[in-house]
């Protein structure tokens, strides 16, 4: 598993220096204790990862590592077969030594929506519910100093694990645990990222609450969520499944989910990016072989869910505490 005394070392020369002690009593306890039932599968995938030498980055595009020394094909499908043990892929794409792992979503389309809209160089930088880590490298090729991810999902950690082993000094780290575990005080982050999680949060508000309290002063949030059209009074709250996902709760309009941050205490609110959701954009690949968006929504009209809902649109708002 990852090695993460690099990052404990890191952290004691930061304002986070007391996150050292509660982060390795954390860790180790959450390591120990991990289990799942596919664990074993991943670790051994993980464990056939060929050795590349002469690793190089190219972040122009997206996630692309080369090597100086180009793979032989026994080496590429040794990969190949690694990482496919590692599926469902949903975040990516990713382009490791010439194995392009095509995943569910097309996650440089939002990285593009959102890049613009902020300065991440020199910054220490959160982000909650990271998945497998892919808009962490971005965010370090952008410039940020210091990358900490969250996510409690065990496989997720596992893709992480599997890139980061190529990288093994990026200042870049995942975190086995939810936002709501982390020791306290946080408030020492630049920037924080929230993408793709408040409507998984039962109580969004509370999540507002516990993001600014992850930032430094004057820090900035990025909040990327499903919204519907409307104005300051609207709000839906599925019956059941949304696009068919589990645990969906809060899609506010874009001016609810403003007010919703001005009452969380923010301020500068500003809604940079409104995007539908295409079939392009989320869909089944070699890479995640499960049921994707085009079944998620209603066959006669695109527009709304299989369960008659509006379809899928995504708003990035930025904010200052
Ligand atoms: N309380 C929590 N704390 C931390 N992580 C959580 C929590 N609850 C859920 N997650 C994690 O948040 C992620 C939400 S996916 C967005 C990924 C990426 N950000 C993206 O913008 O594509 C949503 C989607 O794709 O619908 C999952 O990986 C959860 O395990």
Request: aromatic content about 10%; some cysteine.
């Amino acid at each position: 598993m990852i090695d993460y005394s690099p990052l404990l070392k890191t952290l004691s020369h930061s304002p986070l220096a007391h996150w050292q002690s509660a982060l390795a009593a954390g860790l180790q306890q959450r390591l120990e204790g991990l289990q799942h039932g596919d664990l074993e599968r991943w670790q051994s995938s993980l464990n056939t990862l060929p050795p590349v030498a002469g690793v190089e980055c190219d972040f122009s595009e997206g996630v692309c590592l080369r090597s100086n020394t180009p793979l032989d094909q026994t080496t590429q499908t040794q990969l190949h077969d690694a990482l496919q043990g590692l599926h469902p892929w949903r975040k990516g794409p990713f382009d490791l030594f010439g194995v392009h792992v095509d995943t569910e979503w097309r996650s440089d389309w939002k990285w593009q929506r959102v890049a613009p809209h902020i300065d991440l160089s020199g910054k220490r930088v959160l982000d909650i519910g990271c998945g497998n880590g892919y808009y962490m490298w971005r965010m370090w090729q952008a410039g940020a100093e210091l990358v900490i991810g969250v996510d409690p999902n065990l496989l997720f950690l596992n893709q992480f694990e599997a890139v980061k082993r190529y990288l093994p000094h990026a200042p870049v780290w995942q975190l086995p645990f939810t936002l709501e575990e982390l020791p306290e005080p946080t408030a020492a982050f630049d920037t924080v990222f929230s993408m793709g999680v408040l409507y998984h949060r039962r109580s969004p508000l509370d999540h507002l609450l516990q993001l600014k309290a992850c930032l430094r002063p004057d820090g900035e949030l990025v909040m990327e969520t499903l919204v519907i059209e409307g104005d300051e009074q609207q709000c839906l709250l599925p019956e059941d499944r949304y696009a068919q996902m589990r645990n969906v709760w809060f899609l506010p309009s874009v001016p609810m989910l403003e007010r919703m941050l001005r009452r969380a205490g923010y301020s500068d609110v500003r809604c940079v990016d409104l995007n539908r959701t295409s079939v392009d954009e989320q869909r089944s690949t070699d890479w995640m072989r499960f049921q994707s968006l085009p079944s998620f929504l209603d066959p006669a009209d695109s527009s709304k869910t299989i369960e008659g809902y509006p379809a899928p649109l995504r708003a990035t708002l930025v904010a200052r505490k």
